[in-house]
Every structure is written in structure tokens, then in C-alpha cells.
């Protein structure tokens, strides 16, 4: 078969979705002297968290969403983290809150999480959020998720009602919510894990397959049936030459040649997700000033 | 092939949970002084909510659970029956509150299900709960939902890691909550809507079956893989005779020539879910209580 796959690139839609986004942060702006603000607080840091987080102060910078970094040591205790995140819901200057995840693992991700107030919330995290989305009145729902089902609707097929989607690890931030929103989409959803048995035979049923293990290049071709869509949500981090590099679920050599749609990591869901922050922080600068959402919405998003 | 499926009964164990109850209601009476308490608010009502709310009433008895009835008429408004859940969420010797969903479409029943204390919604279909669920850090679970898992466990598999189990029904109350729940048991999890092509393909993978789309006989014997578990989650409410009647999505006379095991409407989810109901209000007594959850709970369930 020869090389099939129409590459879906995510630049040039993230590029779109940040001038939108800038136009409803003008607009904030203009019409309501609000300056749209995302508050990042980062524990510990490494370079792969430090090359993150530029990248996401760039983009809001192209968005021009403004961005505070509060950097915290990597002893700091989580009371003290919590004393941060505090006065940071409360501070109506600030719409967005991200806490960076690359903590060490003793720590308890969870209770940082869940001291976010659920309205600044823009990672979608939070118990709050993940409920909103489980009863179908979604909030604030994991970016890259999000970005995934968008190049879906808008490269493949707008309204997949009844297509068979495999999504291929069950994580709280990746995989579940694409479930949740495919399901949404009425798709029939499969839900892979560690433990499935002869995963190929079930991966290969997908007219969507979404890649979301982070353990690198696992999908192969013969994972994937031919002319699927082919979504990669993983991100792996492994050194080449002494060169850290950010690689996907996907083998994307092999799978371009059966698929029919493939997303390339990087490039692919992720510039997009990061745009989608984006438009998450001005929502929730919307919502905490009460403004009309839906006929702004129309308007900008 | 001969009649070869084994009919999971749920009376017996709902009866043996309930004797658990009855003995944790008893300790915390004895050694607490607490009167473990449900109250029901019922607006409107049929003869079919009427025998529903007469039959979990006797469970209670049957467990030693006091209720509490909260009857308000049709045309009560939904301010007045928020101010009804309101007084029950501040009112310490309430434990568990349920409101009964038999309301006109008109009512906007989510609305009455998010003005439920969280820590007294015992049904799980609180936004917090349902994210909880989903978060992996579940409290309160839907009850069908948790008892056909629960007969699943002790009748067929009690580790079904690796099965691939198909729920047909994206249901907020009980497909959503099992498909949660069969993940968190490892599975292979695939949901089916009503959009699902070739229900048959899918359904016929399955080695647990989940029924829960409320249509009444709809899973016939061509959706059953041979052998398979297959669980009736649904409830249907039809006339024969002029006799108001319950019965499952599973055409239990011709699936049982199939399956492996099969739980039959009425006396198979329906009684274990009531019995589950009466355990988590125990469990809801308690941490208002701030009792020691783990040790109780190896004592008493």
C-alpha cells in the first residue's frame, strides 16, 4: 500500500485558534477593561518542564493572554503550595490556574489538583470538572483530549455518529476524556488497557483509533485498520545522542503507510492543545465576570 | 444447546447484605447512639413509584435503616422542594437523602439531584460523585450499577482482568457507572448506543454483557457471545393484561439458551442494588460521623 495517511498537522489550526482567541482578548479588553490572565505555578522543574512551559507562555503570548510564573522550589511543602493556589483563586485578576504536574512522585498530585477553584481550572482536572464532563454539561475538559476530537471534526469527519472508536489506555487525563467525549459524539467507544487481551484484533476494529499510553511508538501498523484515523495523545519523553526528545504512542513511519489520517508528534494534537488552554482561559475569564457566554461565544470561538 | 446458563438469583445475597447492614446499623446504635437514617423525597406520584418506595421502605426495615417519607405534590415547585432537600442536608440525624425521579419532564431533575449534599447523595448521582467515580476515587456509586458488578464478582469472575466486557446503554445512571466501574476492574471496556452499528458484532465479543438501556427486550439471543455473563441492568415498565409489569432489555428466555450466566428481571440487579443502597447509607453515617471507615467497614461489609 503506499504512503496513504494524510498527515494531520495541528500548527496551522492552533494558528487560527490563537488569533481568535486574541480578537476575545481584545475584546475583553476594549469592551471591559479585563486583561485575560493565566497564573502558572510550577514545583521543581526540569528541562522538559522548563521547554513546556516556554512554549505555553509563547503561544499565550501570541494569544495575548498574560501569563504569571510562580515558581516554587522542589522542598516546598504542599501546605505551602496550597497557601499559593489560595490566593490565587482568590485574586480576580487571575482567570487560569495550571499547577505543572512533573512533581516527584511521592507527592500528592491529587490534593494539589483539587485546591484549584473548579471556575479557574482551565486543565480540566479537578473532581468538579471531570463530573461536569461524566454528566454531559461539560466545563472544563483536559486539553489534549479536546484537541484530539477537534482535528477529528474538522479533518475527518464532523459528525462521526455510529463510527467504532478504540482509545488505547485509560488515563485520567488523556485517554478517559477522549472516551467521554467520543461517546458524546455517539461514536460506540472501546476503552483499551494494559490488561487487554490480543489488543490488535480490537485496536484493528477502529474507524477512530486515539493513542493515549505514553509508552513509545507501541501502535503499530498492525494495530490499525486500514484507512482509520489514527489520534496520538502520548507523549514520551526519551534521550537520542544525549538529546531529549518528545515522541508519540505511534510509530508514525509504519502507520502512515495503512492508516488513513495519522497526527505526527510533535506537531500534531499538541500545538492545538495548547490553543485550547488558551480558549480555555478566556471562558473562564467570561464566566467569572458574567458575561454573555453564548453570544460571545458565537462571536469568537 | 441446552438451557445452560446459570441464572444469578439476587435475593440471597441481597438478604445476606442486608443482615450485614442490619448488624453495622445495630453497632452504631449501640456504640454511637446513632439512628442510621434515609430520607425519601417523592414528588408526585404512580402506582409503580408508590410500590418502588413501599419496597425499598421494607429493605430498610428489613436492615434496620430508619426512613424518613417527604411526600410533596406534582405541583410543588422546584424552589419548594430545594428548600424540602436543603433543611435534610442540615439536619444531622439525616443521613442519606434520595429523591425519587418519577417527576414530569417538564422538572428539571438535575437541578434537584445537585442541590443533594454530596456527602448524603447514598444514589451517587451527585456531579461530585460522578466525578469522583471517574477520578478513581469513588464515594457514592450508582447502585444497579454497583450491584451487577457486584454479582459479577461473586458469581462469575471475582477478578475479571483482561475480559472484554461490552455495556450497551450510555446511561447516566447505570451503563455510564458500570462501564467506570468494569475499567477500574480492568477490563476491556466497549459502550454501545443507540447509534452502534452492528450491535450484534460487538455484543457477540463480549464476555460480560451489560444491559442498560431501559428498552424493553431488546437484547436477544444473537447479541450473546456462547458463555458469556450477561447482566440486565434495565427496567422497563409495560402493560400485560392490565397489569403494570418490570421487565429487563434481555429476552431471558432465549438468552439463557446461550449464555453462561444471566441475571433475570425481576430478582436479579434489582434486589442487590436496594441492598446497596442500604449499605451506603451506613457508609454515609459514618463519615459524618467521622468514624473510622476501614475498620468498620472489614467488620460490617
Known amino acids: 500500500m503506499a504512503s496513504g495517511a494524510r498527515v494531520i498537522e495541528g500548527h496551522a489550526t492552533a494558528r487560527e485558534m490563537l488569533r481568535e482567541v486574541h480578537q476575545a482578548v481584545h475584546d475583553l479588553s476594549?469592551?471591559?477593561?479585563?486583561?485575560?490572565?493565566?497564573?502558572?505555578?510550577?514545583?521543581?522543574?526540569?528541562?522538559?518542564?522548563?521547554?513546556?512551559?516556554?512554549?505555553?507562555?509563547?503561544?499565550?503570548?501570541?494569544?495575548?493572554?498574560?501569563?504569571?510564573?510562580?515558581?516554587?522550589?522542589?522542598?516546598?511543602?504542599?501546605?505551602?503550595?496550597?497557601?499559593?493556589?489560595?490566593?490565587?483563586?482568590?485574586?480576580?485578576?487571575?482567570?487560569?490556574?495550571?499547577?505543572?504536574?512533573?512533581?516527584?512522585?511521592?507527592?500528592?498530585?491529587?490534593?494539589?489538583?483539587?485546591?484549584?477553584?473548579?471556575?479557574?481550572?482551565?486543565?480540566?482536572?479537578?473532581?468538579?470538572?471531570?463530573?461536569?464532563?461524566?454528566?454531559?454539561?461539560?466545563?472544563?475538559?483536559?486539553?489534549?483530549?479536546?484537541?484530539?476530537?477537534?482535528?477529528i471534526k474538522r479533518f475527518v469527519e464532523p459528525r462521526p455518529v455510529g463510527w467504532h472508536a478504540v482509545v488505547v489506555g485509560d488515563t485520567h487525563r488523556t485517554g478517559r476524556p477522549a472516551a467521554r467525549l467520543l461517546l458524546s459524539e455517539r461514536c460506540t467507544v472501546t476503552v483499551c488497557n494494559e490488561d487487554t487481551r490480543d489488543l490488535a484484533d480490537i485496536s484493528g476494529q477502529a474507524d477512530i483509533l486515539v493513542a493515549a499510553t505514553n509508552r513509545a511508538g507501541m501502535i503499530r501498523a498492525r494495530h490499525v485498520k486500514p484507512g482509520a484515523a489514527v489520534v496520538d495523545l502520548g507523549r514520551s519523553r526519551i534521550t537520542v545522542n544525549d538529546e531529549?526528545?518528545?515522541?508519540?504512542?505511534?510509530?508514525?513511519?509504519?502507520?502512515r503507510e495503512v492508516a488513513g489520517w495519522v497526527t505526527p508528534v510533535p506537531g500534531g494534537v499538541g500545538p492545538v492543545a495548547i490553543a485550547m488552554l488558551m480558549r480555555n482561559v478566556v471562558t473562564a475569564c467570561r464566566r467569572q465576570n458574567r458575561l454573555d457566554e453564548k453570544a460571545r461565544h458565537a462571536g469568537a470561538a
Open 30 to 151: 476594549e469592551e471591559h477593561r479585563l486583561t485575560v490572565t493565566l497564573a502558572i505555578v510550577v514545583v521543581g522543574q526540569d528541562a522538559a518542564t522548563l521547554r513546556l512551559i516556554e512554549n505555553k507562555k509563547a503561544r499565550a503570548e501570541e494569544a495575548g493572554v498574560r501569563t504569571q510564573l510562580h515558581t516554587l522550589p522542589q522542598e516546598t511543602s504542599d501546605e505551602e503550595i496550597i497557601t499559593v493556589i489560595d490566593g490565587l483563586n482568590h485574586d480576580g485578576s487571575v482567570h487560569g490556574i495550571l499547577v505543572q504536574h512533573y512533581l516527584p512522585r511521592y507527592r500528592d498530585a491529587r490534593r494539589l489538583i483539587e485546591a484549584v477553584d473548579p471556575a479557574k481550572d482551565v486543565d480540566g482536572f479537578h473532581t468538579r470538572n471531570a463530573g461536569l464532563l461524566a454528566n454531559d454539561v461539560p466545563a472544563f475538559v483536559p486539553c489534549e483530549a479536546l484537541a484530539g476530537i477537534h482535528l
Open 244 to 255: 531529549l526528545r518528545i515522541v508519540g504512542d505511534v510509530r508514525f513511519d509504519e502507520v
